[in-house]
């Protein structure tokens, strides 16, 4: 069973430019979430997706989108990217059952730099 | 909304002592409780989490932590620190939506 995997790894971009990052969800799993990890602090909510579409979304600006595909891979977009959006992205997948409490398995990340 | 509360962004403890790192929540209602390990350069890493079963909960690598609802906390324990218990643990909750808010960290340090 593959678990989560997110490309790239590290990735440097200036201000004003576009980023894509991406996540392959684990084998199974139907839902993902991604997170904003700035140094030195705890990863925040940024959306989930579910089924293809976005199933709540934490405090961030528009310019910060996602996509799910048929096989539930998900892409996070971020334009006119700030100095503060340096962070490390996280995605995380889980499986809805239908029950309350389904568990999130988290990739290892991508860092973003904005120079 | 909900929130949690790590008090010591940093705790250092001699390898074979007890670690304690302690960890409040905000919820109006019954939350899900959980704590994660992220090693350097790493995503995170769950060790355990409260959904409402018995209070005390088992994780893995020894740790283990007990959901007190009179005083909002979950802290998290491990009666005898290894060296690679060396890492930044995060407190989070939940609700039903599965979204998660965390804490700020905590960094743990292993003293030979």
């Known amino acids: 069973e593959t678990g989560v995997t997110q490309s790239p790894t590290h990735l440097i971009k200036t201000r004003g430019q576009q980023v894509t990052l991406r996540c392959s969800s684990q084998s199974g799993h139907n839902t993902v979430s991604w997170y904003q990890q700035a140094l030195g602090q705890g990863p925040q909510f940024i959306f989930q997706y579910y089924r293809e579409e976005e199933n709540g979304r934490g405090n961030f600006p528009p310019r910060f989108s996602g996509l799910q595909f048929p096989n539930y891979s998900s892409e996070l977009n971020v334009n006119a990217l700030e100095l503060d959006d340096s962070a490390l992205y996280l995605c995380?997948?889980?499986?809805?059952?239908?029950?309350?409490?389904?568990?999130?398995?988290f990739g290892p990340g991508t860092r973003l730099t904005v120079l | 909304a909900q929130s949690v509360t790590q008090l010591g962004s940093h705790v250092s403890v001699s390898e074979g002592a007890l670690v304690l790192l302690r960890c409040n929540y905000s919820?109006?209602?019954?939350?899900?409780l959980f704590w994660y390990v992220q090693y350097p350069n790493q995503g995170l890493q769950l060790l355990l989490k409260?959904?409402?079963?018995?209070?005390l909960v088992k994780g893995i690598n020894g740790f283990e932590a007990e959901f007190k609802k009179s005083e909002t906390s979950f802290h998290l324990t491990k009666p005898s620190a290894h060296m690679s218990d060396a890492a930044e643990y995060f407190c989070a909750v939940s609700l039903q939506n599965e979204k998660l808010t965390f804490g700020t960290g905590t960094r743990l340090t292993i003293i030979p």
């Open positions: 409260y959904t409402s079963a018995a209070t």
């Open positions: 919820s109006s209602v019954p939350p899900y």
């Open positions: 995380a997948s889980s499986r809805d059952t239908g029950i309350s409490y389904n568990e999130q398995f």
